[in-house]
């Protein structure tokens, strides 16, 4: 289902508001999980139109919704964060996230931030074993730019630098999390290789 203009108007009217104070989010705490509630509602009707995509066919009107759903949730996602509001940036986030995944799984520019964004989020909220899941999965869906980036010269830009600045996060937070893993030395020598990569200078 496209996001319908009253779903819009609400969103933007929440990324005006001044979430800043207590007051402020006491104030509007039941309009904000009532959105984010309904948000969830549409992502999962998406989730369901993509039907395993990009491992089947869907329309452009469902690609067209789950990217619109995902630039919603990310908006909110930054407005929370930016106010400190810790609970609905993490909800907000895994809308983000899921919405991404739903239309835009194999664009990893589009799913790291998101990716990152949730698993920093369970971070700060103390549930580390879950962040660390997080940062783990994205390791392993991308680190195989670092063996197409190596057979190449010249230094990565756009998408595959935001790709690559993903992995980069995402090694050094769950080696940290995790500083005792048996992946740390592997994981270790793929993130000076990272570094190695984006580090290049740009040959244009």
């Given at each position: 289902?496209?996001?319908?203009?009253?779903?819009?108007?609400?969103?933007?009217?929440?990324?005006?508001?001044?979430?800043?104070?207590?007051?402020?989010?006491?104030?509007?705490?039941?309009?904000?999980?009532?959105?984010?509630?309904?948000?969830?509602?549409?992502?999962?009707?998406?989730?369901?139109?993509?039907?395993?995509?990009?491992?089947?066919?869907?329309?452009?009107?469902?690609?067209?919704?789950?990217?619109?759903?995902?630039?919603?949730?990310?908006?909110?996602?930054?407005?929370?964060?930016?106010?400190?509001?810790?609970?609905?940036?993490?909800?907000?986030?895994?809308?983000?996230?899921?919405?991404?995944?739903a239309v835009c799984a194999h664009y990893r520019?589009?799913?790291?931030?998101?990716?990152?964004?949730?698993?920093?989020?369970?971070e700060r909220l103390g549930d580390t074993r879950?962040?660390?899941?997080?940062?783990?999965?994205?390791?392993?869906?991308?680190?195989?730019?670092?063996?197409?980036?190596?057979?190449?010269?010249?230094?990565?830009?756009?998408?595959d630098r935001v790709a690559l600045e993903s992995?980069?996060?995402?090694?050094?937070?769950?080696?940290?999390?995790?500083?005792?893993?048996?992946?740390?030395?592997?994981?270790?020598?793929?993130?000076?290789?990272?570094?190695?990569?984006?580090?290049?200078?740009?040959?244009?």
């Amino acid at each position: 289902m496209p996001l319908s203009d009253a779903v819009r108007t609400e969103v933007e009217r929440i990324l005006r508001l001044d979430l800043t104070a207590a007051q402020s989010r006491t104030a509007h705490t039941d309009a904000v999980t009532t959105l984010l509630n309904e948000l969830d509602c549409e992502i999962a009707g998406v989730i369901v139109a993509a039907n395993g995509y990009p491992g089947s066919v869907i329309s452009a009107a469902v690609w067209m919704d789950g990217a619109a759903y995902a630039n919603v949730a990310c908006a909110l996602t930054r407005h929370f964060h930016a106010a400190g509001w810790l609970e609905p940036e993490e909800a907000a986030s895994a809308l983000w996230a899921r919405a991404t995944l739903a239309v835009c799984a194999h664009y990893r520019h589009m799913v790291g931030p998101a990716m990152l964004a949730n698993a920093d989020c369970h971070e700060r909220l103390g549930d580390t074993r879950r962040a660390a899941e997080m940062y783990d999965a994205v390791v392993k869906d991308f680190e195989c730019l670092v063996n197409e980036w190596d057979g190449l010269s010249g230094s990565p830009i756009e998408d595959d630098r935001v790709a690559l600045e993903s992995l980069r996060t995402a090694l050094q937070r769950s080696l940290a999390l995790v500083p005792r893993s048996r992946n740390r030395k592997s994981w270790s020598d793929l993130l000076r290789r990272t570094n190695e990569i984006l580090a290049r200078p740009n040959s244009g």
